[in-house]
């Protein structure tokens, strides 16, 4: 009885607690047994309770600006704060989207200056004599002796490539009865044709006046035609320096061929015939030279008239004709240049003289 006795106030003693405890939670006596541990129970919860708010961070839909990829969604999950990350993932979809954007507005800006006018294109020789004038004011006073040149020749580059080497080492009268006869054998000139050149034997060429040379001439222009190296269309798109490398191939066709070819039947503005003896000529009068400028000296002396140097070249022959006039005719035979083609130099002086009239007239086969 008295170890009861004894016993009994720790349980009147426990009841307070039973009354005030919350159902679930452990008996007091445990608590009472570990006193050290009571202090780290409320702790506990505090940690998981954070972690389980972390965790729940990834459930929440993201935001509007994670949808660049998966670079930026990994940035943003390792970051508690979204609002710098936010920002720095706008930025580099605004300037990624700008960029493409400049590109864009750039090309077509790069490709404009490489459109080229030809000459006869409306409003073009006016846009070249003011620059003639502004850039050299010894050209000023020719321009105003002289009506404006006109490049009204629209035949195909092949008929004017053909027409170029039939004329050649002819007088104006002759070439232009061979000429004749050639388009004739043709069916007219609209017949002249890479495959109806190359139809035609060198018998029936002789017959019209056409040489031997000059037919091997006719045939190697044909056949590069024919096999795709040359077409119209490729020569009116191809740029001047493109031309001339490729025209330059074709036998019989030389420099000048190619430069009067450039100038009077594509009308390129800025082609300078360096080898033109007539334009060398007219450069040398108006600028006073004491000798004949060399070829290589051209480019040098007639660099402020780009990109209209075709149409300076026009008036360095109009210089020449008129100075021949007041001579003794021996200028005058200046006037026309040398065919750039195998010869010696007795037979290109001599072609110089016959192609006088061509110039006289209007420039002639190819004006």
């Not at 670079?71 to 710098?84: G, L, M, N, R, V």
């Not at 003011?130 to 040149?149: G, M, T, V």
């Not at 043709?186 to 139809?199: D, F, I, K």
């Amino acid at each position: 009885m008295g170890d009861q006795a004894q016993s009994q106030p720790p349980d009147s003693t426990a009841v307070p607690p039973d009354s005030n405890s919350t159902p679930g939670t452990e008996p007091p006596s445990d608590l009472s047994q570990n006193p050290p541990n009571a202090s780290k129970i409320p702790i506990r919860p505090q940690k998981i309770r954070k972690l389980s708010s972390y965790s729940s961070l990834p459930k929440r839909p993201p935001p509007p600006t994670d949808t660049d990829g998966d670079d930026s969604k990994a940035i943003i999950a390792s970051k508690p704060t979204a609002t710098p990350t936010t920002t720095t993932t706008t930025i580099t979809t605004t300037t990624s989207a700008t960029k493409p954007k400049r590109r864009n507005s750039s090309h077509p800006s790069s490709d404009l200056p490489k459109v080229i006018k030809p000459l006869s294109a409306l409003g073009e020789i006016s846009l070249a004599l003011q620059h003639l004038r502004s850039s050299d004011p010894l050209i000023a006073d020719l321009i105003d002796a002289h009506p404006p040149p006109t490049f009204d020749s629209h035949q195909p580059p092949f008929l004017a490539l053909t027409k170029s080497i039939l004329y050649q080492q002819l007088a104006n009268k002759a070439g232009t009865s061979v000429y004749s006869r050639f388009t004739a054998l043709c069916g007219g000139e609209n017949g002249v044709r890479p495959e109806t050149v190359l139809a035609l034997s060198t018998h029936e060429l002789k017959q019209i006046g056409v040489s031997a040379r000059k037919a091997s001439y006719l045939y190697d222009l044909a056949n590069k035609y024919s096999t795709g190296i040359l077409s119209d269309d490729l020569v009116v798109r191809m740029d001047d320096k493109s031309l001339f490398t490729l025209l330059s191939m074709v036998k019989g066709i030389g420099s000048w061929s190619v430069h009067m070819f450039m100038i009077f039947s594509l009308h390129r503005p800025d082609v300078l015939p360096v080898s033109d003896l007539g334009v060398r000529k007219g450069v040398q009068l108006l600028y006073g030279l004491e000798e004949l400028p060399r070829p290589s000296q051209m480019d040098q002396l007639c660099e402020k008239w780009r990109p209209y140097r075709s149409v300076g070249a026009w008036y360095m022959w109009r210089l020449v004709e008129g100075k021949g006039s007041q001579a003794d005719g021996a200028a005058a035979a200046l006037v026309q240049p040398l065919q750039q083609v195998e010869q010696q130099q007795q037979t290109q002086q001599q072609h110089q003289l016959q192609m006088l009239d061509n110039v006289n007239g209007g420039v002639g086969n190819y004006g």
